[in-house]
Structures are given as C-alpha cells and as structure tokens.
C-alpha cells in the first residue's frame, strides 16, 4: 500500500506552485506532479511586463523557475512526470503517474489550459513544418516570408505584431468581421503595414508537401474557396482547460469544460480543490492562477484539520 | 561523467558521421527550449550507446536550415551522419532513452 499523502498538486504554473509554496510552508508535505508542460503556459512567452514586483519585465520561463525553486525550498516534493488517472470516489484518493499509484487526502488540481489547434488532418502532419502555435518560438524561420496567423482575440494580434518583426507580410485570418479584445492592439495591428485581414473565413486545409505552401480557406458568408499563398500558419484561436483526466470525477461545465468550483476553490467532490486557468476563464493571468493557488492551499489546509469528521460523516451515511 | 556536446555549422558534419547521435535544436529565445535543455543534459549523463548534442539555430543557421528545422525545440537522432527520427516539441528523457535504445537496436 502507497503512504497516504496529505496532499497531490497537479500542475506547475503559477497556480501549482504557489498552492505548493503555501502547502509546504504549513507544513502538509505536499507531492506536485509537473506534468509535461513544466512552469506551465508562462514559458511560451518571452517577456512578462504585467506581473508585479518586476518593473523592468520578466522572461516567463526564468520567472517560472523561481517559483519552482521557492516551491522546492519548503519541501514541496516535486516530480516531473504527469498524471494518468484519477480515482475521486474512494478516501484516501488516489492518483496514477507512469504505472505508480499514490494516495492523498486532498488534491488541488491546477493543470491549466492548453492551445487550441484546428482539427485538420494535414494541420497535424505538418506541425514543425510551417504549422506552429508558438510565435515567438519559431517566428525565426520565416524571415522575409508570407505567413498566416489565424484567430482574431488578443493572442492572434500580439503574435500578428510580433511576426512582422521578421516577416515580409501577415494575414490575419478571422472567421468574424470584426476583432475584439484590447482596443490598444487593435489599432497596432491596424496602423502596422505588414498585416492585412482575412475577413469571415476559415481555414479549411493546410497545403504542401514536405512543408507550408499555402492555405485553403472558406468564407463563411458566401462559401467560397480560394487559396492563400504562405510559408507558415501560425494558429492562435484560444484554449481549452486541461480536464480530460477528471471527466465522470467532478463536475465539469458543458460548454467547454471548465471545473464547476463554489465556495472560493472547492469541486463537487470534498477534498479536491481546483486553481488557476483550469477552473477560471473570466481573467487568465499569471497573477489570478498565483492567486488562486494560496487560496486552494489555505482551504485544504483548512478542511484537512477536519478530515476525520469528514471521514465518520461519510462513513454514517453508507451504514444508514 | 559525458557532457552534452556543443555542436555548431563547422563541426556538426564531423561530430555526427559515426554511431547514434540526437540532436536538440535550440535558441535562447525559445521558452519550451528552456524545458528541454535540462532534459538534454540529464539524458547526456545517462546514455551511454548515443552522443546527445545541441545546435544554436541563431549562430549556426546553414545546419538547422539544410534539416528543415522550423520550429523549437526539434530533436533529430541521427545515425551514421543520417537522420532517422525527427522530434518536434519538448519530449521527455524517458521517451527519448527509449527512442535511442529503438534505433541502437
Ligand atoms: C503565449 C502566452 C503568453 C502569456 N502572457 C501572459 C502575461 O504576460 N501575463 C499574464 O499574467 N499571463 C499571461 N499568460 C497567461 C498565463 O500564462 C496563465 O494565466 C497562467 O499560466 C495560468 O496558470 P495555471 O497555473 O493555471 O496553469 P498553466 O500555466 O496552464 O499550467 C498548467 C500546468 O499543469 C500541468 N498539467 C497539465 N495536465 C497535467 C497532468 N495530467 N498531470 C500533471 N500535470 C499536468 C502542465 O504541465 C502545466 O505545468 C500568457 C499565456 C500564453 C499562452
């Protein structure tokens, strides 16, 4: 039989550690398993100019490995791999991670979100070979080339913006026809001579060989096809919360998946706590995940000094 | 204990044409490079049938372009100066041992 823990952290963004900086300060020794995606989304960006305390700006993935050291400094003990499955239906909980089992009294679960990409079949086989989701990753290889980036929120214009920086030119493609979002990037991209707009339409198929040679895209008011020249499509059209695992565990909600949370952090199942993107789609920031992160770490502190009633009450139930 | 090897355009042809060698192409720039990088030095120290170098795609520009390298992180484990298996995106040292051990096969 695994020890029982009294407490697993899934996920290592913003959210993830702090939970594990407050856990491991109080005492709870808790486990954190990274997951994949180690620091989470801030190691896709380069600079971080609105977290506070730095003014001059951060590189997200040095500001991650902070948090991380500062998780590791009061005994969180951390462990690079991801979780597989979850079991929320027996106490202690358990949790598999690469053919292991572990068992916890409490869990924060704080995976985040990932990048949507489109769904077509030729997108996937040619990632890494002009389809990318990362701009400031691989912006680099296409100097003086055409290249696509569709989508038309915030991201969609800060990669637009940042592409132009070594680009020849940027469409951005927009299944609607207008942007939303801040009205500050809006007129950048607008007044910025490299970028145009796509207008009401969608890419249907990502053409070429070995490598981009172009996009099909549909437009959706007349639904005619045409082509678009370009060496690289860059795909920012939102995300979606990392949930997967825990679909028939806890409450999730319809539209996108989101974990159903009351009472600050809390799930519909007792001892398991969620933080960060994964339960927040209204404000998606570093800080608000690091917020939210305390808040789920105090609240398990909190209902773990009641784990026996918890347990008794339960259990009085089953027998009646 | 083996390090992982800085390979650049002038050596790269010299450094891979024998055995198993995978390659992390990389950039500074690149946050999910900053994931793989450690990676690669832990997987540097544990395998002992394959060479694990890095390439700088900023300063070495003729090598990451003559493999069709557009987009970091790319792993490509080469074998007797051929590529054999390309790796887009952050992968773990597991993963990677495994892969090696395939192609040692
Ligand atoms: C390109 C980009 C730029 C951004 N810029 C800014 C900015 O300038 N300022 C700002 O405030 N915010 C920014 N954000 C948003 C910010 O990154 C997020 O709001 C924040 O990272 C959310 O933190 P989180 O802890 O909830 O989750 P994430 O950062 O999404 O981390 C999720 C973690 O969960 C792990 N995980 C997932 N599944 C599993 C599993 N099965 N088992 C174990 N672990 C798992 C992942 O490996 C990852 O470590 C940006 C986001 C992106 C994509």
Redesign the pocket.
Known sequence: MPETKNLII???????YTAGIYASRAQLKPIL??????????T??TE????PGFPEGVQGPKLMQEFRKQAEKFGTEIIDA??DKVDFRVRPFKVWSADKEYQSRAIII????SANWIGLPNETRLKGHGVSSCATCDGFFFKDKDVVVVGGGD?ALEDANFLTKVTKSVKIIHRRDCLRGSEFLQKRARENKKISFVWNSEVVDVLGEKKVSGVRVKNNQTNEESDIACDGMFVAIGHHP?TE?FKGQIELEDKAGYIVVHDDTRTTVEGVFAA???ADFKY????T?AGMGCEAAIDVEKWLENYEKVIAKEADKKNC | MPQELTLTDQNFKDEIKQGITLVDFWAPWCGPCQQQGPIIEELAKEVENAKVGKLNVDNNQITAQEFGVMSIPTLIIFKDGNPIETLVGVHQKEDLKKKIQDIAK
Do not use: C, M
Request: hydrophobic share 40%.
């Open positions: 899934i996920g290592s963004g913003p959210a993830g398993f990274t997951g994949e995606e180690p620091g989470g989304q801030l896709w960006t971080v100019e609105n977290y991801k979780v704080a995976t985040g979100a991201v990392n695992i960060g993107d994964v998606r920031q570093a800080v995940a």
